[in-house]
């Protein structure tokens, strides 16, 4: 087996340390990075200070045989990452034609002066290969050092996916030879951690060595990776395969999805290939459901849109859910959600449903239904399934959570529906 | 000037690495260990890899006082944090009596049975102090080594909050001195970077030099946060505070908020204060508005619901968009979206709306509206405001634009609703 490309990612910003952004990108460029047959190591977050930022290139080259470097490249003072770049591969900054007349067509689409900081962009280190950013005023800059490679990019997240999936993903690919990388992932929906671990035990120590298993957790939902590294992609498939037959065997119908992609992302699927229509109704969740599906491309072809009932009274004048069943029963009740349920299917017209109401914490919980209790219903024109839940006091949590069950559940509705 | 406590963070796990989940728990410990006059100097991401553990030990121990591990204690095979700082700390592993007993305690509220695996996490490093952590089953492990410490904690996020918070946050503080650490932000909307950059340029490069100024860009907004550390926290203050008069004075109206919160709950904190009630209704942000605004407690005070009108059908029929302004102007319109905003209003009774209509992309786009045309209205009673705008292609940014752009102009709504 050919050895695996390694490949290391720093960011440098004060931003990330004093933590006023999450780091994103490191996500996506690992994801971009294991497709693409490279081994991603390590990644480091350092300030906006060049020390720090040359003392953590030197600790990656010793490791890695690519070092991705995000950030910091801004027009303003504080980014020094170029500066400090010329200093570790020891050359100097040098007016760049090219990106000076990228930098005047981006300013000129959207109808801006051009000043002397953006001007400044254009000065470059003269021994890196300068890349255009057509999405930015900062280039990507492209070391190389014993065979091996450093590149510098914007952090601004889109500019960092454009340039990487157009221009760096693709360089590397032809730099470095890489061997097939494949993982699989089944979902599982029901179990604890532990549980699901001893559950599949036999089945994981009997894994041959160049396969590995890795447990995901995510609000309810654990998947299950499975990945091998091999010279031979077909035949790695093959191995992969056939050790998740055997998997989904013990597991059954506790595997919700056999592909890695959003929850929300596989229902609209579904529904679109079904050609069938749905609509939310939400309380505790407040459009989270709508918006976490609409966040995808396509939506539209599925998804009418959405009440948001917070207050009861929307719940009782849009939905139509009665009036005594809320006195009674309580908004959080299993015929108050039915009710909102069916109340959308019919006010929107659609065929197929999903409501949530609950207490999203951390206060508003009352002894019998204590925060994080939640009720879900999802219907279609035949079926209603609707099941309680305590998801427990931390509010994001059982906003995500009530997503994720209210997904789940409204799968379950289309597979049993004709 | 004492000098700064300075920690790291190392996060464990194959999931970061591979880009299976981002890592929000650095971004919120960041926030946490600044506020506690610690300074974050670097974050490294490694993985469940005995021989890379123990190396990122090792070179945090040269830069640190406080190493901070999240991550690879859960009962699977595949986590082995716990194995690897025995080895660096030269200890074994021993029963511990009061992490079973919190563990059954964990296990016998959410009825489950305990299991072998789950046995296991009672066994921890001999030279540790042991911490329970009362919302999982890992307990926490603090080492100390030549007066500088490591904590090894859980890296799932609620978990890792609990304990850091309620235990690890004051031990650290009780056993550093630390200095103080005051960051003071204010938010700015309608510049470009380096517009606003040369615009406060002067008032930038005077700042004396324990003062320091970032730029963080968010979806149209930038913040600009001015730090500074120092022994005497009141004179530190004083400082802050006069340089941010300077600033205002520049910057006058384009600054929307002095405070360090998210648009949402600002602008849900003025609407609390004025008693005032809101109602949103949107098609390309798909309910993303509603979501932000009910992801932070007490929103149920002013929030009463939405309509995500994601088909015209909506719309015409729940909004009373007329057909005919529909048909000739589009959906994407000054005249649709201020009627959205007016007919949310009518519909749910609220003081105040906001409505957007748009296309979110990346395709869908004409000629005259291409992908990230948006227009948004924001009405009371008797304002209407209505804007359009052009985001690009990229939906995600443009559902997050669109949000932000929405909630500055309900803010604007505010202050000229007496």
């Known amino acids: ?17 004093i933590g006023q952004i999450v780091d994103t990108n490191s996500a996506w ?37 690519v070092v991705l470097i995000t950030g910091g490249i801004g027009p303003t003072k ?28 981006l300013f000129a689409e959207r109808n801006i002066q051009i000043n002397e900081l953006t001007k400044a962009q254009a000065m470059v280190p003269e021994k890196a290969l300068i890349i255009q950013n057509k ?9 190389e050092k014993d065979g091996k490679v450093a590149v510098s990019m914007p952090g601004v997240p889109y500019e960092m996916k454009y340039v990487m999936s157009g221009e760096i993903i693709p360089r590397l690919q032809s730099h470095f030879k890489t061997p097939a990388v494949l993982h699989k992932t089944v979902q599982v929906y029901g179990y604890p951690e532990s549980v ?39 035949m790695l498939d093959f191995a992969l395969n056939q050790q998740l037959s055997s998997l989904k065997e013990i597991l059954g119908n506790a595997i919700i999805a056999c592909e890695d992609i959003p929850l929300e992302q596989l229902t609209g699927n579904i529904l679109t290939a079904q050609s069938k ?3 939310t109704a939400e309380s505790c969740t407040g459009g989270n459901i709508a918006h976490r599906l609409t966040l995808f491309p396509g939506a539209s072809a599925y998804f009418k849109g959405s009440v948001v009932a917070y207050d009861n009274a929307v719940k009782t004048s849009l939905l139509r859910v009665e009036k005594s069943v809320l006195e009674t029963q309580g908004a959080v009740s299993k015929e108050v959600v039915e009710q909102m349920a069916d109340g959308v299917r019919h006010l929107l017209r659609t065929d197929l449903a999903v ?20 009720w879900i219903a999802a219907c ?31 799968k379950e509705v289309l597979e049993t529906t004709p």
């Open 78 to 105: 504080d980014d020094i990452t170029k500066q400090s770049l010329c200093k570790y591969f020891d050359t100097r900054l040098v007016f760049n034609e090219a990106t000076l007349q990228n930098i005047l067509e």
């Open 29 to 65: 460029m690992a994801v971009e990075l294991n497709k693409s047959g490279f081994e991603l190591i390590q990644i480091t977050s350092v300030h906006d200070d060049e020390q720090k930022i040359i003392e953590a290139l030197d600790r990656a080259f010793t490791h890695a045989d």
């Open 135 to 143: 999405q930015g005023t900062a280039p990507v800059t492209w070391f």
């Open 355 to 374: 409501a949530v109401s609950g207490i999203a914490g951390p206060s508003g919980g009352t002894k019998e239904k204590p925060a994080g209790s939640v």
């Open 1 to 17: 087996m050919s050895r695996h490309v390694q490949a290391e990612i720093i960011t440098i910003g004060d931003e990330i340390l």
């Open 277 to 279: 229509t749905l609509a």
């Open 196 to 234: 699901l671990a001893l559950k599949i035990a036999a089945w994981e120590n009997a894994l041959p060595d160049f396969l590995h298993l890795a447990y995901l957790p995510n609000y309810g939902i654990i998947r299950l990776r499975l990945s091998g590294v091999a010279n031979d992609a077909l």
């Open 380 to 410: 279609s024109k035949d079926t209603m399934i609707s099941r309680e839940f305590h998801f427990g006091t931390f509010r994001e949590q059982n906003i995500q959570r009530a997503t994720q069950a209210a997904l789940v559940m409204l």
